[in-house]
């Protein structure tokens, strides 16, 4: 069924709010991103790259300074997403920095949602005396 | 004919907002009986075992996640540190609906380790 036989057949109210949807996204109304508004991981990780190094190349470890670098970094990846206007998707960035001191660790993640719309990138910086991993969740909501 | 006046405390949009809330204590309690579950006091740092550890907690936090039957999305995270003296710093920004979204924050010391687990909700629709 395409557009125009939708909007013959729907009452008034429905019929408005339809165009409202079909106007602001420029396609046929529907509950999937558009091919070039879906959240893809390898753009939003070179931009996290571009970041971190930026911000972390030549730190030492500091532990009063650390909080601070972690909450800018992640503060501008947020921007960052903000500008790239992908419609309808909510955000979560979460930076951890550790120091390179010979300590285990490991991370793991599990996700319950649709792997069709959602995504995740994840990347991990290194230095000789910091380890910063940031992962950034988009996840699209109907 | 019978309206929902009718009946108080028994209302259209609360029964709505139980499933569209994220219940924080209730969450929490979840992952601090699978964490205590999964990892004993006493267990020493081996980075062969902790692989085993970590799935099975972010699986099990999952499982009980789903079977709460919420329009929710979940996204669990679970980080197992070495203490041997090394800092670490996490934050985290969201961008979301804050009337429905919500997370919770985990942090469970051993002897020889930190656990960590993030869990974040956020409502469909």
Redesign the interface.
């Known amino acids: 069924m395409s557009y125009g036989e939708i909007q013959n057949t729907l009452p008034e109210k429905v019929q408005s709010s339809v165009m409202v949807e079909y106007e602001r996204r420029g396609s046929e109304p529907s509950l999937r991103p558009a091919f070039f508004q879906k959240f893809r991981a390898p753009p939003v990780k070179t931009m996290i790259q571009q970041i971190v190094s930026k911000k972390l190349d030549q730190a030492i470890y500091n532990k009063d300074h650390a909080p601070g670098w972690a909450h800018e970094i992640a503060e501008e990846i947020k921007q960052k997403l903000l500008e790239m206007e992908l419609s309808r998707y909510k955000y979560i960035v979460n930076v951890t920095i550790m120091e390179n001191k010979g300590a285990g660790a490991r991370m793991q993640v599990n996700c319950l949602w649709d792997s069709d719309t959602d995504n995740l990138a994840q990347e991990t910086f290194k230095n000789e005396t910091i380890i910063c991993v940031v992962m950034v969740f988009g996840v699209y909501f109907y | 004919m019978t309206t929902m006046d009718e009946f108080p405390g028994f209302k259209n949009d609360e029964i709505k907002d139980v499933k569209r809330t994220f219940n924080e204590e209730e969450v929490k309690g979840i992952i601090k009986e699978i964490v205590e579950k999964n990892i004993l006091q006493g267990s020493a ?1 081996l ?1 062969s075992r ?2 085993n550890w ?2 099975s ?3 099990s ?2 499982e009980k ?2 079977a709460l039957n919420k329009s ?26 804050s009337n429905y ?1 919500g997370s919770t924050t985990y942090r469970h010391d051993t002897n020889s380790m930190y656990v960590i687990v ?1 869990v ?1 909700g ?4």
């Open positions: 740092y980075h902790i692989s970590n799935n907690i972010v699986n936090v999952v996640l789903s929710f999305k979940y996204i669990v995270t679970c980080t197992i540190f070495e203490k041997n003296g090394a800092g670490i710093h996490a934050t985290t920004t969201c961008y979301w609906d979204d993030n974040w956020l409502c469909v629709g």
